[in-house]
């Protein structure tokens, strides 16, 4: 079976502090791909990043950096310096390689006060 | 490049009416998805299609929901007879194409709220 579990329901933080999502997800394919998202309060989906199973380069774009583990099933992420328009819920995704469905977890809401 | 759009964005019925949500995907892409995202979870997947085909309507409760995708662009989602389970935010997505490593880009979506 395929899931993902973001165990963290809500993290609050102050600005500038440095925060870290945690998502863990299971699949018995041996390609497949993860991707996060962050829900505003607007309500859109905005993609962040993808990856493939083949690929555990680490990625970073500005504060935002991803850190991808196979051996422990884990594609975490991590705000640098966060800011209080960072504050939205953020979800992390699996998908088969044979496409189809998003298999999203439960979701992380991030609150960064001033 | 417009994005997905979708409307209403809100919608408040009775039970037992009928509400029907459009979509339209961007443009060029064959692959359309609706979710359900119940509040506080992760969305969950209702339908996708690829041009005007159904790919996996496995999660739609069938005998209540229906999806159309016409001409392979723009689509509806209709719920006749509503529940209050039913209450939701309807998720519309497209990508290019289906497979794995395609993104799916989301619309805002359309509140509903079953009375």
């Known amino acids: 079976a395929q899931k993902v579990t973001q165990a963290q329901t809500e993290i609050s933080v102050v600005e500038k502090e440095d925060v870290t999502l945690d998502c863990v997800y299971e699949t018995r394919d041996t390609t497949y791909y993860l991707f996060w998202y962050k829900q505003p309060p607007s309500g859109e989906l905005v993609f962040l990043i993808r990856r493939n199973s083949f690929d555990e380069q680490n990625e970073i774009s500005g504060r935002y950096s991803w850190n991808f583990q196979k051996s422990t099933s884990s594609f975490n992420f991590t705000i640098t310096a966060s800011q209080v328009v960072d504050s939205a819920v953020y979800f992390c995704a699996l998908r088969y390689n044979q496409g189809g469905k998003l298999i999203f977890g439960q979701g992380t809401e991030l609150s960064v006060k001033p | 490049e417009a994005g997905v759009a979708q409307s209403p964005r809100y919608k408040i019925i009775e039970k037992r009416q009928s509400v029907a949500f459009w979509c339209n995907p961007i443009s060029g892409h064959a692959t359309l998805y609706w979710y359900q995202q119940i509040l506080g979870q992760g969305p969950k997947l209702l339908i996708q299609f690829q041009n005007n085909g159904v790919v996996d309507d496995s999660q739609l409760p069938k005998d209540r929901f229906s999806a159309e995708r016409l001409k392979g662009v723009d689509s509806t989602l209709k719920i006749q007879p509503a529940k209050l389970e039913d209450s939701a935010v309807y998720l519309c997505?497209?990508?290019?194409?289906?497979?794995?490593?395609?993104?799916?880009?989301f619309g805002a979506g359309t509140r509903l709220s079953v009375l």
């Open positions: 997505a497209s990508s290019l194409a289906g497979t794995g490593f395609n993104i799916q880009y």
